[in-house]
């Protein structure tokens, strides 16, 4: 079956820009996460659903940063003001419940 | 605090070796996943082998084995006879509720494995 998807693939945008950044997870599964992943560092989470309220939106760094998950399968995570400490690869993982947590092929932002 | 910690930064092995590479975790949770993913040049992260705290038997899966040591707080990742596909970032990860819940990842730094002839 279809994998985790995440578009675009790569975002270039300027300081003070708006992006959205969107997941399509694994068909079935209830739970979805954003993580974030900076050069040479391990994933950093950002948020999760389950269905579609967040559960835990604790690592989502300031006011910025928004996420919605609308009818509990694709989410948009949504970053306003970007700022160039925002480049990174954005993660998107999905899962069924507790279960193992599979991964999109992230989004590259760049701002400039 | 850090809670996984990934001492190596890199790591060599030739073809056809076995290899391990260590993790370490802090938590105070009794009920707790391990994980290891692995991370090509792609950029996309691939589950490989998961361990539960309650787990009696150290995880296997194909050529990957985890050595699970509860008492030390360590789930090394062991891959048998190394492949040059092999080559690639290595996350160890921690899910602070064992199984049923949902629960955020914590990853830790990586190590980078480079496969030689």
């Known amino acids: 079956g279809a994998g985790v998807s995440q578009t675009p693939s790569n975002k270039v945008t300027e300081k003070g820009k708006y992006v959205e950044l969107r997941c399509d997870p694994i068909s079935g599964h209830t739970a979805l996460y954003w993580y974030r992943q900076s050069l040479g560092q391990g994933p950093e989470f950002l948020i999760y659903?389950?269905?579609?309220?967040?559960?835990?939106d604790s690592g989502l760094p300031n006011d910025r940063f928004f996420a919605v998950r609308p009818e509990g399968s694709v989410s948009t995570l949504k970053i306003q003001r970007t700022e160039r400490g925002d480049s990174a690869v954005y993660l998107c993982a999905s899962s069924s419940a507790g279960d193992t947590q599979y991964f999109g092929p992230g989004t590259r932002l760049t701002v400039l | 605090a850090q809670k996984i910690t990934q001492t190596q930064p890199g790591m060599f092995v030739q073809e056809k070796e076995a290899v391990t590479l260590d993790c370490t975790y802090d938590t105070s949770d009794p009920s707790y996943g391990l994980f290891w993913y692995k991370q090509p040049s792609s950029g996309e992260m691939i589950f490989l082998i998961y361990?539960?705290?309650?787990?009696?038997q150290n995880a296997t899966e194909g050529r990957y084995s985890l050595n699970f040591q509860k008492a030390r707080k360590s789930a090394n990742l062991v891959i048998s006879a190394s492949q040059l596909g092999d080559s690639a970032m290595y996350f160890c990860a921690m899910r602070e509720t064992n199984t049923g819940t949902a629960s955020k990842l914590t990853f830790g730094t990586g190590t980078r494995l480079q496969v030689t002839l």
């Open positions: 361990q539960g705290s309650y787990d009696q």
């Open positions: 659903f389950q269905g579609t309220g967040a559960a835990d």
